[in-house]
């Protein structure tokens, strides 16, 4: 079952903020929201994940909504590298229900 | 440096034959997964493995098999079942049982003729 619904696709300028949305609104309570990103024929990365608050590392933010049901990735400036399909999964951290990998968002960081 | 190697990166079968692909890990991790990606499309599971030994069947297991006799290895065997091979596939890695974040490999790109 698709706990996460992404736009297909998006555009951004090089060097701009890149913010992708993602919508979760049967999330529950110890369920946890991880994105990961997946550069053409390789294997996907992991970015970040979050409970409730806001968190940066050195990739990108993660900036979740109060009620939880969504949540935006934000590349604060992308490049050309950034070129992926980024997918949003939420689960529980140490759950055993498998990780679910949907279409994700195809992001084009156009020079 | 640790990390997961799948090889190789490509490689082409004709129809009817069996293929394998490796998959190694030094990360010292007790799960593994092999999923397969087609073109626009999500990852789905085929085969997942929890500790040696022990190995459970994915969503897609049809015509594939695994085994897992060492920690840091998974190979995964495309039979001559598996009736759509031709496609970009991932082995993966975590600490636990779908715990934590999984680590991927590069992938190994089939195409059956």
């Known amino acids: 079952d698709a706990k996460t619904t992404q736009p297909p696709s998006m555009d951004c300028a090089e060097g701009r903020a890149a913010n992708l949305p993602c919508n979760h609104s049967?999330?529950?309570?110890?369920?946890?929201v991880y994105w990961y990103r997946q550069i053409h024929s390789q294997g996907p990365q992991y970015i970040i994940h979050?409970?409730?608050n806001n968190e940066t590392n050195e990739m990108a933010s993660l900036i979740i909504t109060e009620d939880r049901k969504s949540s935006t990735l934000i590349l604060p400036h992308a490049t050309l590298r950034d070129t992926a399909v980024y997918y949003c999964?939420?689960?529980?951290?140490?759950?055993?229900?498998?990780?679910?990998f949907g279409p994700g968002t195809s992001l084009s960081v156009i020079p | 440096d640790g990390g997961i190697t799948q090889s190789p990166k490509y490689l082409f079968r004709k129809e009817g034959q069996n293929v394998t692909l490796s998959c190694e890990q030094n990360?010292?991790?007790?799960?593994m997964y092999w999923y397969r990606q087609d073109p626009g499309q999500g990852l789905r599971l085929i085969y997942y493995?929890?500790?040696?030994?022990?190995?459970q069947k994915g969503d897609i297991a049809e015509g594939y098999s695994v085994s897992r006799e060492k920690k840091e290895s998974f190979p995964l065997t495309v039979t001559s079942a598996q009736k759509n091979p031709t496609a970009f596939y991932l082995c993966?890695?975590?600490?636990?049982?779908?715990?934590?974040?999984?680590?991927f490999g590069p992938g190994t790109r089939l195409t059956v003729l």
């Open positions: 493995s929890q500790i040696v030994n022990d190995f």
């Open positions: 049967t999330i529950s309570g110890n369920e946890y």
């Open positions: 999964i939420v689960r529980v951290k140490t759950s055993y229900d498998k990780v679910i």
């Open positions: 979050g409970l409730k």
């Open positions: 993966a890695s975590s600490p636990g049982l779908w715990m934590g974040e999984q680590f």
């Open positions: 990360l010292n991790h007790d799960a």
